[in-house]
């Protein structure tokens, strides 16, 4: 455990920080299963807006710090030759 004070406010931090990054991951990827699932089911159109949602947020993730830009890149670029391949 922390022992000074300056230690203990990073473990604040971490712990909050660590709470926010979950909600958005869980996010991303209840948001890459919709695009899976409309894949799955061979609907077109219902697959390019998911993939069109999901490429917005994954992009917004990469501006909070929550992703890297690479790996952003490949998660949007799996999803849309999916999308393509219907």
């Known amino acids: 455990m922390a022992n ?3 230690a203990e406010k990073r473990a604040r931090q971490t712990k909050i920080r660590t709470e926010r990054n ?3 991951k869980t996010r991303i ?4 299963k ?3 699932s ?4 061979n609907d077109k159109e219902k697959a ?7 490429n917005k947020y994954i992009h917004h993730c990469v501006s909070k710090g929550v992703l890297k ?3 952003a890149a490949r998660k ?3 999803l849309q030759v999916k999308v393509n391949a219907l």
């Open 48 to 54: 390019s807006e998911a993939v069109k949602s999901a």
């Open 4 to 6: 000074h004070k300056s």
């Open 76 to 78: 949007v670029s799996r």
């Open 38 to 41: 409309a894949v799955e089911a």
């Open 34 to 36: 919709d695009v899976l």
């Open 22 to 24: 979950r909600f958005y």
């Open 69 to 71: 830009k690479g790996n």
């Open 29 to 32: 990827k209840n948001l890459t």
